[in-house]
């Protein structure tokens, strides 16, 4: 017999065994051949278009993975760039403010502790007493009042120490105002007519701003604490 693909081949040998394939037969048995030959091709050409797609399928995948994943460091890592910068910003500010208290109080304690002693020993007993109650009154009174209602205060608080003869009326009204001492201010007149007013208001005004930095720098530390504490929470809750 010719040499036949192997398909009709199989097919030949199992219906006429070695029998010769009859003359009229063979123009259609090529027809066949030709047909299988064709299929098997095509076939072939098939398997290595889909093999060749598919491999190009998972490269395109494998590329967009990485895209992907590319895409989400460069996201990632623009967030740590904001919160780094933000977490910055929320520590350095207090950080200054810790700074400038510090320095405002080692300005404010060598004047302290000089003055300190001199006007302890001119103050009577009575001195003594508003000495130390102007200074808590200062450190619970209210600090910020808008600069309208500030010049209306001064302007009033320095015409009733003028009506009333107080000498350094000017400098004096300035440093109470300033540490929200202007109400009921009549109860400390005994300290201002005193012939040492001046160098007693500045005793009290630096105390009283020894104190105020000292609440500036626990606020600080406080403002700090919550930013670590928030910073802490954050990196836990993103660690799983």
Do not use: W
């Not at 009290?204 to 720098?217: A, E, H, M, P």
């Amino acid at each position: 017999m010719p040499e036949y693909h192997r398909l009709l081949d199989k097919q030949l040998r199992k219906y006429l065994g070695q029998e010769r394939v009859p003359g009229y037969l063979k123009v259609f048995l090529e027809a066949v051949n030709m047909a299988y030959i064709e299929f098997e091709n095509d076939r072939s050409l098939m398997e290595r278009s889909i093999e060749i797609s598919s491999r190009e399928s998972s490269e395109s995948i494998e590329k967009i993975e990485r895209l992907q994943i590319h895409a989400i460091q460069r996201e990632r890592m623009a967030v740590l760039g904001q919160l780094i910068s933000s977490v910055a910003h929320e520590i350095n500010t207090p950080i200054g403010a810790i700074k400038a208290s510090n320095a405002n109080i080692y300005d404010v304690l060598d004047k302290i502790i000089s003055m300190m002693p001199k006007v302890m020993k001119s103050l009577s007993h009575k001195h003594k007493q508003l000495f130390f109650e102007i200074i808590f009154e200062s450190n619970i009174s209210e600090l910020s009042i808008s600069p309208r209602k500030e010049r209306k205060v001064k302007r009033q608080f320095g015409d009733f120490l003028k009506q009333n003869g107080i000498s350094h009326s000017e400098d004096i009204v300035s440093m109470l105002v300033e540490i929200g001492i202007y109400r009921n201010i009549e109860k400390y007149m005994p300290l201002l007519k005193l012939h040492n007013n001046l160098m007693v208001i500045e005793l009290v005004y630096g105390i009283s701003t020894l104190f105020r930095n000292c609440k500036n720098i626990d606020a600080s530390i406080e403002r700090i604490s919550k930013t670590i504490f928030a910073l802490k929470s954050y990196a836990y809750h993103n660690s799983f």
